[in-house]
């Protein structure tokens, strides 16, 4: 026995909803996500004077909020949208470090920065940083609220320690990432003038070279 013949309305209805698919597996999302980096600031200010020495930078620690890879952007106090046109070419913890690192160079021209990774006597100072908030809200203000320490070689003394909380207007990063990123790179060139004022507070000493044994 022969099979039923298909019904044309049945036909048509599996027609189009393969073609309606289709469309919707090809239609393009429109928009290309971008990816941005946190800069080093070229408005730093007149360069401190310092002794000589070099300086640990460590890792710097991040809130969870922060870990993704698209930029935040803050709705609210409590909210928290994340862009799918934005994202960030580096982790925003790597980033930090090494903006902060690059613009305490420029600030402190006769210290040297260490990042993560020294023996004791490599440095003569180390800091840390620890980020509660580091975000743009939907109105483009960007704000940076950070606790920094700055310690002894193995962390034995306090040198100093302090709370940053700085804000810059600019533009909401939905619209102009690029922009917002800006505003972001301008806070971290903030703090990292506090914290190049209080290096610069200490006496600071050569990293010592390492200890060779004589052969026998």
């Not at 930078?57 to 922060?66: I, T």
């Not at 903006?99 to 006597?121: F, G, K, Y």
């Not at 908030?133 to 003394?157: H, I, M, N, Y």
Request: net charge neutral.
């Amino acid at each position: 026995m022969s099979p039923s013949p298909i019904p044309n309305s049945i036909l048509a209805l599996a027609l189009t909803g393969l073609a309606l698919a289709g469309c919707s597996v090809l239609k393009p999302s429109g928009f290309t996500p971008r990816s941005f980096v946190l800069m080093p600031s070229s408005n730093l200010g007149a360069p401190l004077e310092s002794s000589s020495g070099s300086v640990g930078l460590g890792f710097v620690k991040l809130p969870g909020y922060l870990f993704g890879k698209n930029m935040a952007m803050r709705q609210g106090a409590h909210e928290v949208v994340y862009l799918p046109q934005a994202m960030w070419a580096e982790r925003l913890d790597h980033a930090l470090q090494r903006v902060i690192a690059a613009n305490l160079t420029t600030l402190l021209p006769s210290c040297q920065v260490r990042l993560s990774a020294w023996r004791a006597e490599e440095v003569s100072a180390e800091v840390y940083l620890i980020v509660e908030q580091f975000d743009v809200d939907a109105r483009g203000e960007c704000t940076l609220k950070a606790a920094w320490r700055v310690v002894s070689p193995g962390g034995g003394q306090v040198h100093g320690a302090g709370q940053f909380q700085g804000r810059r207007p600019g533009p909401a990063p939905d619209t102009d990432p690029d922009g917002a990123t800006a505003s972001m790179s301008a806070l971290a060139a903030d703090l990292s003038r506090t914290l190049a004022e209080a290096l610069a507070q200490l006496s600071l000493r050569q990293p010592q070279s390492p200890t060779l044994n004589p052969k026998s």
